[in-house]
């Protein structure tokens, strides 16, 4: 049995890596009863919907996040829903900064009053390890997001629906990932890294869409949920998929960071252990300490990509390329 069951499931940005993925897991693994796609490229959608054959469960609804009314006509009749939808290309947002405001915030905040006014029971927004004291420009604005996500079950007032933040690394084998781009380069014989001390925290697409999934079972409304993953290193990543290219230093480009961290000093003394997973609990009065278990974490406690005690090697991280 599956929270998702017999309910309506809504994707927004479904016709992404994440999206596509997540909706195998819903057909495959649960007895979903709708599972509508929410996204603005009527290509992608026409791919999707010819990859996925005749799913009678599936449905497509062209739309874009920055639009209140279509969110709301989309929403009637959902059950659930999953915000995947954002701006996310460093470079792209640093470029065009008020778009990815318009995307990455505005849109939360759309999805947040239609998901309300719609009567949506649970809202599971997607998040990143960049919005953790971010230094870019689409990490701030996904942090604005989560703290949008969270403070909504307070501004849902008396209403039903329920917010939760899911934040997690670098997925292998997405669009736009650096997987794609050594594989390309490999033939060249050089393959460029920005800094040889780079790290990154690592996730399948199958393992995040299972998560987010899992976080259905798990939330109260107000979470923000952290997998517990591994880290590898750029360098190793690159050795791992071409062994004989010649390794290139670039110098770090703006906005982008030397490690990155999921859950900072800061959020230390609101984060709880649960074992393969941490919650950054609300800051807020309503919310009830540990209602699910687990053990606060140590006041100094951080949970950085250089400092994991899970590194990935070489020969894992070409095993986990294989099998993404």
């Known amino acids: 049995m599956s929270v998702v069951d017999n309910q309506t499931l809504l994707i927004t940005g479904g016709t ?12 495959d693994r649960t007895s979903v009863r709708k599972v509508i796609v929410f996204s603005r490229d009527e290509l992608k959608q026409w791919e999707m919907r010819r990859d ?39 470079p792209a ?15 939360a905040k759309n999805v947040i009053d239609a998901a309300i006014d719609r009567g949506v029971r649970s809202v599971i927004a997607l998040s990143t390890d960049k919005a953790s004291s971010p230094i870019n420009l689409y990490g701030a604005t996904k ?24 934040r997690y690394g670098n997925v292998i084998g997405s669009r736009g990932s650096v997987v794609p781009l050594f594989k390309q380069l490999a033939a060249t014989g050089v393959l460029p890294i920005t800094d040889a001390r780079m790290t990154r925290f690592w996730i399948t697409l199958d393992q995040a869409a299972q998560f987010v999934l899992d976080c259905f079972e798990r939330t109260h409304g107000g979470e923000l949920f952290v997998p517990k993953i591994p880290s590898m290193r750029v ?19 703006p906005g982008e960071k030397l490690h990155e961290s999921l859950i900072n000093a800061d959020d230390a003394r609101r984060t709880v252990d649960h074992g393969t997973h941490y919650v950054i609990e ?33 020969e894992q991280l070409r095993e986990m390329v294989r099998d993404a």
């Open 282 to 314: 609300p800051d807020m009065d309503w919310w009830v300490r540990h209602p699910g278990g687990g053990v606060p974490v140590p006041e100094t406690f951080s949970y950085t990509s250089d400092r994991n005690p899970d590194f990935l090697s070489p």
């Open 93 to 107: 947002t640093e470029y065009n900064p008020f778009e990815a405001v318009k995307t990455n915030i505005h849109g």
């Open 143 to 166: 942090l604005v997001s989560d703290k949008l996500f969270i403070d909504g079950n307070a501004y849902a007032g008396g209403k039903q629906t329920r917010f939760a933040v899911v």
């Open 16 to 27: 992404g890596s994440f999206g596509r993925r997540f909706i195998h897991t819903l057909l």
């Open 235 to 253: 360098v190793d990543l690159a050795r791992a998929l071409a062994p004989d290219a010649e390794i290139r230093i670039l110098g770090i480009r």
């Open 52 to 90: 996925f054959g005749d799913e009678p469960r599936l449905r497509f609804f062209i739309g874009d996040v920055r639009d209140l009314s279509r969110l709301e006509r989309a929403f009637d009749g959902v059950d659930m829903v999953v915000h995947a939808a954002a701006l996310k290309q460093v």
